[in-house]
């Protein structure tokens, strides 16, 4: 099965702006491949921020963007604020085969 | 945005087996897409598998084998079930109810299943 790779962890500051990546062992995401961006706090079940690469979420904030670039997916955070703190999980649709997904990265705001 | 309510998690002793289930009080929409999820404690997310409208499942390959999906043909009911059970199982399950084109729109709260002896 394919692995999904994502930074562990990232620090950015208030107010500043970062680029979480996923991608996969099998090489280059492509159009048939969708991925997802989940955000998950201490304690809660995870919510969708970003579907089929670049959809938002109807409660995702503005400050939130996604990407698919040079066959890596992206999730770019503009404007961080200390709630944006928590673990960012991606998942890549392989096709119409399994969905698997990436480690996490734990976003820290400092 | 119609709640999901999820129960059947509680000890289980190494062997056994698992059953979830989740419900959603919603009108029935033609296309939806059922998914579980698993969490555990400590560690990342683990797609287990989903089950779309018309029946058709898909499975972590790691699991297949000791995994079972059951929707209700109105797609408000969706259960999971989950055989030899060992402590690696150990997690908190989520299902999320969506659509073909946004698959992950309605999370349930979590159910915490621990195995242990």
């Known amino acids: 099965q394919a692995a999904v790779t994502q930074d562990p962890s990232l620090t950015v500051s208030p107010g500043g702006t970062i680029t979480l990546t996923c991608g996969a062992d099998t090489g280059p995401l492509t159009s048939d491949q969708s991925v997802y961006w989940f955000q998950q706090k201490p304690g809660q079940a995870p919510r969708t921020l970003i579907y089929?690469?670049?959809k938002k979420s109807s409660w995702t904030p503005a400050r939130f963007s996604g990407s698919v670039l040079g066959g890596t997916a992206a999730l770019t955070l503009s404007g961080a604020q200390p709630d944006d703190e928590g673990d960012y999980y991606c998942?890549?649709?392989?096709?119409?085969?399994?969905?698997?997904f990436g480690g996490g990265t734990r976003l820290t705001v400092v | 945005q119609a709640q999901i309510q999820q129960w059947g998690a509680g000890p289980l002793k190494p062997s056994a087996s698992l059953s979830l289930t989740c419900t959603v009080s919603?009108?029935?929409?033609?296309?939806?897409?059922w998914t579980w999820i698993r969490q555990p404690p400590g560690k990342g997310l683990e797609w287990i598998g989903d089950v779309n409208e018309r029946g058709f499942a898909r499975y972590n390959p790691s699991l297949k084998s000791r995994v079972g999906q059951l929707v209700d043909t109105s797609g408000n009911k969706f259960q999971l079930r989950m055989t030899s059970m060992t402590g690696a199982d150990t997690a908190v399950y989520y299902c999320v109810k969506g659509t073909q084109t946004s698959p992950f729109d309605n999370w349930g709260q979590g159910s915490l299943v621990t195995v242990s002896s």
């Open positions: 998942l890549v649709a392989f096709n119409s085969g399994p969905r698997v």
């Open positions: 919603e009108t029935p929409f033609r296309d939806f897409l």
């Open positions: 089929d690469g670049t």
